[in-house]
């Protein structure tokens, strides 16, 4: 049964009376809505109340409370669905976010772009090869990478195998944390078999002693363990691409008169979707989860400001994040701007830097990559133009891997492009290695270590 309320009339399926850019031509239409009805009968991946507890240490953030890592793959493959690859990505976050505790001084919110983020946006609906045209991949969501019309044929029954990989992943995620893995007692649970040889062995065993010594003392004065040294708390989150699928987890929990969209705890809208009356949008402004926009070269002050007023028209606070993505070149110049906008309506937002996507280039031979340099240097301009604005830069989005992969050229052991074809496995957008993003955290524990927090 529809429900909508007399003031907002809006329901999971009112985004189809607008127009829905960047999804998927289905031939079998049929399959389509018997793929999409049998979805909604399934349980949802997550629950209201992490939902919920997300919007409050989102909130925190806000007030500078707490510092937000969001990191994961640029899209998942369903072959990452493996017990090895999932622990891995846990490891490095659950690591960075151990060098941001130490150096900030504040708790960290561990957000991963994982158990669900399987479909991407593309620049084209068709892709050519020697002639041959067919349709682009769009993430294992919607159809598979091969290039073959077989396997480029938007299928239905992806949606579903979708739905299994998710809800196993964060499944696996969970028994992890609740069995003791996220303990910062034991961070020798999160040791990479290739860690040993890194140039940054050294620097990262000491924040281990240091924090291990810390909570050693604090139970020893107090007689009792550190109550959130325990269970670190670990939410999921993904594009929100492919509307029909986030519909069809869409619930409405009585208990709270709300509707949630439990596929995932922190959805978000692209900027290739982010059009105020667009169909992204009409969704996202009915689901009472936090969500976030990406925000970037393009969108001005008055597009924004809409989006933040249709998105969070009460000013609740954990509602809205903006993840700004301007690339090194631009974000001096991009990024006041919309700071000031925001700041003009009165609203309270958490500002996120998304350092990977304004600054992607392509090799001589074609693949794409990002310098390790220009990634640094965009998150260090954000932290500069947030302080010079009087506003607070609340977390980092990566696109990353705890494999030991040679995606992004530079960091610790300087990656050159001669470098990438060694181990360059990613299908759509390159990814920091586990040692570059365990650097990058280094950088933001020091440079706010030495600066002061604010």
């Known amino acids: 049964m529809t429900r909508s309320t007399a003031t907002t009339q809006w329901h999971p399926a009112s985004w189809q ?52 890592l969001q990191g994961g793959d640029c899209a998942e493959s369903f072959d990452d669905c493996d017990s090895d690859k999932i622990a891995q990505k846990l490891k490095i976050l659950l690591q960075m976010s151990l060098v941001l505790l130490h150096g900030l001084k504040k708790p960290i919110v561990r957000i991963g772009r994982m158990a669900g983020q399987y479909a991407k ?61 996220a303990d910062l007692h034991h961070p020798e649970y999160w040791n990479l078999g290739f860690m040993h040889h890194s140039p940054l062995k050294d620097a990262y065993q000491g924040i281990v002693d240091s924090i291990g010594d810390s909570l050693d003392f604090l139970e020893s004065i107090s007689g009792r363990p550190v109550h959130t040294s325990g269970r670190q708390e670990f939410y999921a989150s993904h594009e929100g691409l492919h509307l029909l699928y986030e519909q069809a987890q869409t619930r409405f929990i009585p ?9 995932t705890h922190l959805p978000w809208i692209g900027m290739r979707t982010a059009g105020v009356d667009s169909a992204h949008v009409e969704y996202f402004r009915g689901i009472s989860n936090p969500v976030a926009v990406k925000v970037g070269p393009g969108m001005n002050a008055e597009w924004l400001q809409a989006l933040v007023q249709t998105l969070n028209p009460n000013n609740q606070p954990g509602r809205l994040t903006l993840i700004h993505r301007f690339g090194a070149g631009n974000i001096e110049r991009g990024l006041p701007e919309l700071i ?115």
């Open 121 to 181: 946006p593309r620049s084209a609906d068709t892709e050519t090869r020697d002639g041959l045209t067919l349709p682009s991949y769009r993430g294992d969501l919607v159809n598979r990478p091969a290039f073959t019309a077989v396997d480029r044929e938007p299928d239905p029954s992806q949606l579903l195998r979708g739905y299994e990989r998710a809800a196993l992943t964060l499944n696996f995620v969970r028994a992890l944390v609740d069995g003791g893995f």
């Open 255 to 263: 208990r709270g008169q709300r509707w949630y969209n439990l596929s």
């Open 340 to 454: 000031q906008a925001v700041r003009s309506l009165g609203q309270t937002v958490l500002w996120i830097c998304d350092p990977m996507h304004g600054n992607t280039e392509s090799t001589a031979s074609g693949l794409k990559t990002r310098r390790f340099e220009n990634i640094l240097k965009e998150l260090e301009l954000a932290f500069d133009v947030h302080e010079e604005q009087g506003s607070r830069l609340g977390g980092v989005h990566f696109e990353l891997t705890g494999e030991d992969i040679t995606e992004c050229i530079g960091g610790a052991r300087g990656l050159k492009e001669a470098d990438l074809a060694r181990a360059y496995r990613s299908q759509v957008d390159p990814r920091l290695n586990y040692e570059q993003s365990l650097e990058l955290a280094m950088l933001i524990a020091r440079r706010k270590s030495v600066r002061g927090n604010s």
């Open 17 to 68: 009376s607008k127009t829905a850019q960047q999804q998927p031509k289905y031939a079998d239409n049929q399959a389509l809505e018997n793929a999409v009805a049998a979805l909604s009968r399934l349980p949802p991946i997550v629950v209201s109340w992490e939902v919920e507890a997300l919007r409050e240490q989102i909130a925190a953030a806000q007030r500078g409370e707490r510092f937000v």
